[in-house]
């Protein structure tokens, strides 16, 4: 079993940057597609970003250009880095882990853009 955990979310206001981190507890998580979604209010979740076990990585349009995923094997972490951020870039961003059929889920942080 994989536990993930997110970090950096916040207050940021419009046109500003995050960064977020999602540690994994298996050192095993190459071998996962990595990915991070989000969900606003009233919404369903959606995929921001995702990365491969090979590294290749897919972006929504709605953030293309503006988000970029990545991962540090050694510190078994994925990371989406965010700038220019929106208001309708305001949700709970969810950091994900899957392998074939089996899908695991972090707890989610809060991204709130706002002046």
């Known amino acids: 079993q994989v536990q993930l955990v997110e970090s950096g979310g916040g207050l940021v206001q419009p046109g500003g940057s995050l960064r977020l981190s999602c540690v994994a507890s298996s050192r095993f998580f190459s071998v996962y597609v990595m990915a991070w979604y989000r969900q606003a209010p009233g919404k369903q979740r959606e995929l921001v970003a995702s990365?491969?076990?090979?590294?290749?990585?897919n972006h929504a349009d709605s953030v293309k250009g503006r988000a970029t995923i990545s991962r540090d094997i050694a510190k078994i972490t994925v990371y989406l880095q965010m700038n220019s951020l929106k208001p309708e870039d305001t949700a709970v961003y969810y950091c994900?882990?899957?392998?074939?059929?089996?899908?695991?889920w972090g707890q989610g942080t809060q991204v709130t853009v706002s002046s």
């Open positions: 990365v491969t076990p090979g590294g290749s990585t």
């Open positions: 994900n882990a899957q392998l074939e059929d089996v899908a695991y």
